[in-house]
């Protein structure tokens, strides 16, 4: 009887630590007061398209861009100094809260859906891979290999990484992956893309 009583003692312990490590929603939505002047209130950045929007992503992919701007893997000079002071326990917190959001969607250029969806979907002329063999067919990514949700992003924002991976002013992909894609794709393509995906869901 003491046996099974300090099993489940050890059991309730281990659920306790899980819970606590993982995110509390309730408590990111406060500390994202200070993110709300840029990705909006709810993760819907809507004051500047250049600013991502948070809401619908994976929680994982989150915390791993808010730790790699806080060691310096990914350089932008605003997001340094706000990433800097946070801890683990913020960043779970921040990351649960703007996952739990709905993102919106915005609507793509009929002019450049013909050829952003070609490419999204089967690859470009010069070798680059389907981006819906990693984010899905309707970009909403996978969160295991932590390939983020890209469908509904603003259309600035997905042609100033696409050109960063490509430039390799950004480098923190895994593997290196999405500079190997960006490097196949030339200007015209990025924007029609990006128009693509801004529209998806």
């Excluded at 450049?112 to 010069?126: D, P, T």
């Excluded at 992003?153 to 997905?158: D, P, T």
């Amino acid at each position: 009887m003491k046996k099974a009583l300090l099993i489940a003692s050890f059991v309730a312990m281990a659920v306790s630590s899980v819970a606590h490590a993982a995110g509390d929603a309730a408590a990111g939505k406060t500390k994202s007061a200070a993110c709300a002047a840029c990705h909006g209130a709810d993760g819907n950045s809507g004051v500047n398209p250049l600013w991502p929007k948070l809401a619908g992503q994976h929680p994982k992919y989150i915390m791993k861009q808010l730790h790699d701007f806080k060691a310096g893997k990914r350089k932008d000079a605003t997001m340094a100094p706000m990433a800097a002071p946070l801890n683990d326990q913020d960043m779970e917190n921040l990351a649960a809260y703007f996952s739990s959001q709905t993102r919106t969607v915005g609507e793509a250029a009929a002019d450049k859906v013909a050829m952003g969806q070609k490419i999204y979907r089967a690859g470009s002329s010069n070798g680059a891979p389907a981006c819906s063999g990693c984010h899905g067919p309707a970009g909403s990514g996978n969160a295991a290999a932590n390939f983020p949700s890209i469908g509904g992003q603003s259309a600035a924002y997905v042609a100033k990484q696409l050109k960063a991976f490509r430039s390799g002013e950004r480098a923190n992909d895994m593997n290196g992956m999405m500079a190997g894609v960006a490097a196949k794709l030339n200007d015209k393509e990025i924007d029609a893309l990006s128009q693509y995906v801004q529209g998806l869901h």
